[in-house]
């Protein structure tokens, strides 16, 4: 079988946590999620995005979905 790169999707947590000046304690209390959890999103470090935990970094975060995770393409040399 063929690998085929079909690029990634980054999450941006860390980010915008750092442009906010918000700590990690501080938004797992805004969004009611645990830090354990959190550490997996700000790593990127999660196989599937939950669309309710998205709302919520969202929401404590005062931000768009855009804003928080990007689609990188792949290289265009390793394309189909």
């Known amino acids: 079988m063929k690998y085929v790169d079909?690029?990634?999707?980054?999450?941006?947590?860390?980010?915008?946590?750092?442009?906010?000046?918000?700590?990690?304690?501080?938004?797992a209390f805004r969004a009611e999620m645990q830090r354990t959890q959190l550490k997996s999103y700000i790593k990127n470090d999660v196989q599937r995005l939950d669309i309710s935990v998205l709302a919520r970094l969202c929401y404590a975060l005062e931000c768009s979905l855009s804003d928080l995770i990007k689609y990188i393409p792949p290289d265009d040399s390793n394309s189909i």
């Open 6 to 27: 079909y690029g990634y999707v980054r999450i941006n947590l860390q980010q915008i946590m750092d442009e906010q000046n918000i700590s990690i304690n501080k938004l």
